[in-house]
T-cell receptor, first 108, second 112 residues
Framework: KNEVEQSPQNLTAQEGEFITINCSYS?????LHWLQQHPGGGIVSLFM???GKKKHGRLIATINIQEKHSSLHITASHPRDSAVYIC??????????FGKGTKLSVKP | ETGVTQSPTHLIKTRGQQVTLRCSSQ?????VSWYQQALGQGPQFIFQ???????GRGNFPPRFSGLQFPNYSSELNVNALELDDSALYLC???????????FGSGTRLTVV
């Protein structure tokens, strides 16, 4: 079993839909990261959180430490949101342990 | 402030050859981590350097080695390349594990 599990693996949505991506982890963490990766490969950090909820524009990230679960929500989705969204947690060596990612495609 | 720059962006090598990938960290960041991302997978931790010393390593063989320089830029060296080494190699810099990470755009290595 992977230490970081994401669901769904693939997600197709219509423009304007509300989107939720889930992440569960099995290790103790200092922080959880949500990242966005575009087809070219570059990764952009969206959120780093250790408790509660954070919001940036149309993106919202929540975490439940007791349940070891986090969600990334996108409100009013847009085709430009199409990307791979990756959940990662802080490892014991100061590294990140990544999930496999959720490929999101938003259709106009 | 500049971000993280990786070079080259793409590279094709022959099995058995050696390769060096380079990473310039974000200004002020003293920690650099390297990750290997195979197609369709999440990135896997190779190693991390802090102030020129390796201070963490993932499950990669010794033919994967690295360096960090006084200006905190870094190199990843891979000897005796194998076909399975074909992947996107990502570099990430940070000030510390509590400050978040800045990623480069990656180097796509193809071994033929």
């Amino acid at each position: 079993k992977n230490e970081v599990e994401q669901s769904p693996q693939n997600l197709t949505a219509q423009e304007g839909e509300f989107i939720t991506i889930n992440c569960s982890y099995s290790v103790g963490i200092s922080a959880l990261h949500w990242l966005q990766q575009h087809p070219g490969g570059g990764i952009v950090s969206l959120f780093m959180l250790s408790s509660g909820k954070k919001k940036h524009g149309r993106l919202i990230a929540t975490i439940n430490i007791q349940e070891k679960h986090s969600s990334l929500h996108i409100t009013a989705s847009h085709p430009r949101d199409s990307a791979v969204y990756i959940c990662a947690v802080g490892g014991s060596q100061g590294n990140l342990i990544f999930g496999k990612g959720t490929k999101l495609s938003v259709k106009p | 402030e500049t971000g993280v720059t990786q070079s080259p962006t793409h590279l094709i090598k022959t099995r058995g050859q050696q390769v060096t990938l380079r990473c310039s960290s974000q200004s002020g960041h003293n920690t650099v981590s390297w990750y290997q991302q195979a197609l369709g997978q999440g990135p896997q931790f190779i190693f991390q350097y802090y102030r020129e010393e390796e201070n963490g390593r993932g499950n990669f063989p010794p033919r994967f080695s690295g360096l960090q320089f006084p200006n905190y830029s870094s190199e990843l060296n891979v000897n005796a390349l194998e076909l399975d080494d074909s992947a996107l190699y990502l570099c990430a810099s940070s000030l510390d594990s509590l400050s978040g990470y800045t990623f480069g755009s990656g180097t796509r290595l193809t071994v033929v």
